[in-house]
Each structure stands twice: as C-alpha cells, then as structure tokens.
C-alpha cells in the first residue's frame, strides 16, 4: 500500500490498520523516510511483532519502499541491478521459505517531460529483471499505471495523461504475455476498478472518480492461489490516511 509519508500515515489511522489487519505480509510504498524515520513511525506495530524490511530512498521525501511481516524473512535484497536505480527506494523484495514477496513504486511521471523518460528508463530496467524472474514470486506496489479502460473512471479524459499512456499500458500488457497474473482483476474481472487511489482535489473519493494503479503481479502456482482480493476504502473521506487505500489480497 503506498502510505504517502509513513510518518504522517502513523498519526493518521495506519497503526489502528496494521493492528487489525489479519495480513501476514504488508508491502509499503513511498514512506518518504530514512531507514531510521521508518522504524520510529513504525514503533508501536514493530513492538508488537511485525518484522520492518526497508529501502531508504537517496531523493530526501521521495519514494522509499519497504516490507512488514509477521516474520523475519530469510533473505532481504534491495533493488534489482540497475545502476541508475540502486539507491532510489523504488524496490525491496523478501523470502518466505519458497515464496518471494516484492514491494515496488514505480514513478508517476509526466507525459513529454524528464520525469517520463525517467519513468520510462526504470520501465524498461525493472520490466528485464521481472521477465527473468521465475519461481513463487508476487510483486505488490504502486505501478502508477491503470492498465486498462476499466481501471479508471475517467479514462477518456486521461488519454494523454501519465498512467494512462498507450506505451505504460503496453509495458503492463507485455509482463502479463510473459506470465504474471494480475491477480485482483483476476478475481474481479468484469468491475470498473476496483479504485484504489483517489485524488485529495475536488470530490474525487467522494464520487469515487478514481484510478487502479495498485496491484499485485504474481508468477507460479502463487497466482493461481489467490482467493480473496479486497480495496479496503476508508468509509469517509476524513476517515483515510493515505490517498490510497491497502489492496489486500488473500492466498490459498
């Protein structure tokens, strides 16, 4: 789930969250904080058990990643190889036994800037290290990518926009033609959405004009597992702590 500053969603209801979630593995994105910053938001879950795995981002309040399990995992790695994205926070993955659970954010970009061919670049680098993954895998995160029409509510209205373009969309196509399974439109496959992020302008919660740019890519028997898969939306607009509400999804 991206937290949108772990520090400020501490003080806003994801602690309340993390003691009721029934999740054995939460995967974090953009916590805007150091290694250090993370674990003290964090206290009060890492003090009742929950296990922190963190990449700190270089970019000060920008991006960081991390994994919260129920238990230690057997091996952390941060990153994926690239050299441009080594210290970005962009990336952490963690074993359970035989099964590997990764926590991306991907850029959100901007259509005909640096900030999209930055975006690009990092498309281009993680989607090569996803294509040789094999194994148990699942990779949850903010993709800032909606891949089809369903997935956001003003589609035509995005056409040009970040998120919504034909070549980010294409990227996500290609990964599901190597083998990963969208595993929340799996199980959801003829609804609009399900959102999970809304923007905080305008009444977009309100009217739930959102964007599915929140989701989990899973390779294996691993996705054929997936039994349960739910958007856990704040029932108010004062009542959210992130302007993207946890994906959670339920395996076998």
Request: hydrophobic content about 40%.
């Given at each position: 789930?991206?937290?949108?500053?772990?520090?400020?969603?501490?003080?806003?209801?994801?602690?309340?969250?993390?003691?009721?979630?029934?999740?054995?593995?939460?995967?974090?994105?953009?916590?805007?904080?150091?290694?250090?910053?993370?674990?003290?938001?964090?206290?009060?879950?890492?003090?009742?058990?929950?296990?922190?795995?963190?990449?700190?981002?270089?970019?000060?309040?920008?991006?960081?990643?991390?994994?919260?399990?129920?238990?230690?995992?057997?091996?952390?790695?941060?990153?994926?190889?690239?050299?441009?994205?080594?210290?970005?926070?962009?990336?952490?993955?963690?074993?359970?036994?035989?099964?590997?659970?990764?926590?991306?954010?991907?850029?959100?970009?901007?259509?005909?800037?640096?900030?999209?061919?930055?975006?690009?670049?990092?498309?281009?680098?993680?989607?090569?290290?996803?294509?040789?993954?094999?194994?148990?895998?699942?990779?949850?995160?903010?993709?800032?990518?909606?891949?089809?029409?369903?997935?956001?509510?003003?589609?035509?209205?995005?056409?040009?926009?970040?998120?919504?373009?034909?070549?980010?969309?294409?990227?996500?196509?290609?990964?599901?033609?190597?083998?990963?399974?969208?595993?929340?439109?799996?199980?959801?496959?003829?609804?609009?959405?399900?959102?999970?992020?809304?923007?905080?302008?305008?009444?977009?919660?309100?009217?739930?004009?959102?964007?599915?740019?929140?989701?989990?890519?899973?390779?294996?028997?691993?996705?054929?597992?997936?039994?349960?898969?739910?958007?856990?939306?704040?029932?108010?607009?004062?009542?959210?702590?992130s302007d993207h509400a946890p994906v959670t999804v339920q395996f076998r």
């Open positions: 789930m991206n937290v949108n500053g772990v520090r400020a969603a501490s003080t806003k209801g994801m602690l309340a969250w993390l003691a009721a979630t029934e999740a054995d593995i939460v995967c974090l994105q953009e916590t805007r904080a150091t290694d250090a910053q993370t674990a003290a938001a964090l206290a009060p879950a890492l003090d009742a058990g929950w296990v922190l795995s963190h990449a700190e981002p270089e970019s000060k309040g920008r991006a960081g990643v991390g994994i919260l399990s129920r238990r230690a995992p057997d091996a952390v790695r941060v990153g994926f190889g690239s050299d441009e994205f080594a210290e970005s926070g962009r990336y952490i993955e963690a074993d359970f036994g035989d099964i590997t659970a990764a926590s991306v954010y991907v850029h959100s970009g901007e259509a005909n800037t640096p900030k999209q061919d930055e975006k690009y670049r990092f498309m281009a680098e993680f989607g090569a290290y996803l294509k040789s993954r094999t194994g148990e895998f699942v990779v949850s995160g903010d993709w800032n990518i909606a891949p089809a029409e369903v997935d956001l509510k003003n589609w035509k209205g995005n056409q040009k926009s970040a998120g919504f373009l034909p070549e980010e969309r294409a990227w996500i196509a290609d990964l599901l033609a190597a083998g990963y399974v969208d595993v929340v439109r799996a199980l959801h496959p003829d609804v609009a959405g399900p959102y999970s992020w809304w923007s905080y302008r305008g009444r977009a919660f309100d009217n739930d004009s959102g964007w599915r740019i929140d989701y989990h890519l899973a390779l294996g028997e691993l996705a054929g597992r997936a039994k349960q898969a739910v958007v856990e939306r704040a029932d108010a607009y004062d009542q959210r702590w």
